[in-house]
């Protein structure tokens, strides 16, 4: 049983007096009786509004206590004497009552009810005392229940702890942490068998002591699922648990979000089956409803780099009982056409596999390529040590046109890539990051040069405060190549553009043509003036980029954003040029996703560039 001593009063409690009076005393006693009634006849009996002042309080306690005086409900309100005479009188209990949760278990309290013109006036001056501090502290869970991590971090979290000012708030938040935590590791049939907390106010001190029976711990039982469109089985691979495992419920939630991720069901609840429990077994029980099957999506859209367009896509969650999807993805803006297909084969498990067959098809006129490309990719996707990894095979094939000359290559390569992404929310990110890195190798097999490249992506967001957010991103490229020439353009590096060094056009920076092959280039722009020949570009073998950026929101949907990017693409260090771009945007938090609006400026181009590039994104921060 959980005993607190309440054996204190405040001040303005009533005293009584005990014993016999004497005949003057009871005509004393009759007299001021009398004077008393005469004296509340003798104030008006009007209805008036109430106002409360009550200090002596922190900052942090006054909203507990206001809220826990009955009397400041009637702030402004019309009452009547004897409801401010009750209202003001009752405060003080009430007022004592709200401060020992706090571990005040001694506070006082004075003041005065007085009438005014306007109505009635209370003044509440609260003393809290001394506060209540833990002495003796003891909390017993036997084992091997208190070595479980989440027990055990409940134990280690557990407040208040001998000599902390006792707050029954955290007191009571502790012991439901602590019975949650062994909940969720099976013992479902725990209890405390003790809970007591023993206040003595003389001594500014509070005991506690608790005690838990756990009982036994119970095991996973049979496992089933109800309201599946798949055969029997096939959703037992998703399960990460065996029948008679330990019962946890991390792992429940664990299943829950796997079944999420496979995008097949519109509902999916996944509950422990208590009405079925017996011996220490406890099966689970699945409903799920499917979702609709194929999905079909278009949009405009506006990016800087490629310009005005309009996408689509449709997308089929299952196309057979195994499970397997497809999507069909169509894109047409002004600078890219592009139609891609995949082929998904998700096998899952604890790594959660996915098999995945893709062929793209893009055509790109920007103002540095202009191409015609097909890529077929067959690839394997999967968790490991907390990276999706992804080990694929491409091959790439098309003609090109890069500073006005023309060339075309056919490429089968391995790839394999890591990515990692931590964020606290998705929709606008205070704190995360997210990692990617890259490799991919040509030889001589069906390809018509020799090359070898590794690339890395960073990115990192920290929020300030609560209006500001920094942002750092980098990125580092190399690549070794037998024949430069014979590179397509999606495998050379470029920089300049919305993720790049804003500043300059998309794909702006990079190696220069060849001497030898600028009067080529020149009099393919004579032969045909949409050619650009005032930036020959034609990327470079390695590629470093870094930025910073800074935003300030000054309302939660709204704000303004300064940075700096620097950088180059280029084919060795001793041709490396700095560029670095600055300037300023604007951000909104908009329903489809952040937008991104900044204007850049190249500083100090070693060629001597200067302008002003717009650059606009919409998407999500990572």
Not at 105 to 116: F, M, P, S, V
Not at 197 to 215: F, M, P, S, T, Y
Request: net charge neutral; hydrophobic share 40%.
């Amino acid at each position: 049983m959980e005993r607190v001593d309440r054996a204190f009063r405040l001040t303005g409690a009533a005293h009584h007096q005990r014993g016999r009076k004497s005949p003057a005393a009871a005509r004393r006693a009759f007299g001021a009786g009398i004077a008393a009634i005469v004296a509340l006849t003798a104030i008006p009996a009007f209805a008036g509004g109430l106002t409360t002042c009550i200090d002596g309080v922190d900052d942090a306690l006054l909203p507990a206590v206001t809220g826990a005086a009955e009397i400041t409900q009637y702030e402004g309100r019309e009452v009547t004497p004897a409801q401010a005479r009750r209202l003001y009188e009752n405060a003080p209990a009430q007022i004592g009552k709200a401060m020992e949760a706090f571990g005040y278990y001694n506070a006082t309290t004075n003041g005065e009810l007085k009438q005014t013109p306007q109505g009635w006036q209370a003044i509440i001056h609260v003393q809290p005392g001394e506060s209540v501090r833990v002495g003796d502290f003891a909390v017993e869970v036997p084992s091997p229940a208190r070595d479980e991590k989440p027990v055990a971090a409940a134990l280690a979290d557990f407040a208040p702890k001998a000599g902390a000012i006792f707050d029954s708030a955290s007191y009571e938040k502790s012991k439901a942490a602590l019975q949650a935590a062994l909940f969720a590791t099976g013992y479902l049939d725990a209890k405390a068998t003790v809970h007591k907390v023993e206040v003595a106010r003389a001594e500014n001190r509070a005991d506690i002591q608790l005690a838990w029976d756990v009982g036994k711990r119970y095991r996973f039982g049979k496992t089933v699922f109800e309201g599946s469109q798949f055969n029997a089985g096939f959703l037992d691979r998703y399960v990460p648990w065996h029948e008679g495992d330990f019962y946890s419920q991390a792992q429940l939630l664990r299943l829950q979000q796997r079944l999420v991720d496979a995008d097949y069901f519109a509902i999916v609840d996944v509950m422990p089956d208590s009405a079925h429990a017996s011996d220490g077994v406890i099966p689970v029980r699945i409903a799920l409803a499917p979702a609709k099957r194929t999905i079909y999506t278009a949009g405009v859209f506006a990016d800087s780099d490629i310009g005005v367009g309009i996408k689509g896509s449709v997308t089929r969650r299952w196309i057979n009982a195994r499970g397997h999807k497809a999507k069909v993805e169509a894109e047409v803006a002004q600078k890219r056409k592009s139609l891609a297909m995949t082929y998904s084969m998700p096998q899952p498990g604890d790594s959660d596999k996915s098999y995945d067959l893709g062929v793209a098809y893009t055509d790109s006129d920007t103002a540095t390529v202009q191409s015609q490309s097909l890529h077929m990719v067959a690839s394997q996707t999967r968790q490991w040590k907390g990276f999706t990894r992804t080990l694929g095979l491409n091959y790439l094939t098309g003609d090109f046109t890069i500073a006005t000359i023309n060339g075309s290559s056919s490429m089968l390569y391995p790839e394999a890539s890591l990515e990692r992404k931590r964020m606290d929310d998705p929709n606008f990110v205070r704190d995360g990051y997210s990692l990617v890195l890259d490799t991919k190798a040509g030889a001589g097999l069906l390809s018509d040069t020799k090359f070898a490249q590794a690339r890395a992506d960073a990115k990192w967001i920290h929020g300030i405060g609560d209006h500001q957010r920094f942002i750092a991103r980098g990125t580092l490229g190399a690549t070794h190549a037998g024949d430069f020439d014979r590179l397509p353009p999606e495998l050379r590096f470029f920089a300049g553009g919305n993720n790049s060094i804003r500043g300059y056009p998309f794909q702006g920076i990079g190696t220069a043509l060849a001497p030898a092959l600028v009067p080529v280039a020149f009099a393919n722009c004579a032969r045909n003036r949409s050619l650009d020949c005032e930036n020959l570009i034609v990327g470079g073998l390695n590629l470093v980029v870094a930025s910073a950026e800074y935003e300030y929101y000054f309302t939660p949907n709204w704000g303004v954003a300064t940075f700096v990017d620097a950088g180059d693409a280029f084919n060795s260090f001793a041709t490396y040029r700095n560029r670095i771009g600055t300037g300023f945007g604007l951000r909104y938090r908009s329903p489809v996703g952040m937008i991104r609006v900044d204007l850049g400026f190249p500083v100090n181009d070693p060629d001597n560039r200067h302008g002003v590039e717009l650059h606009l994104v919409i998407g999500p921060d990572l």
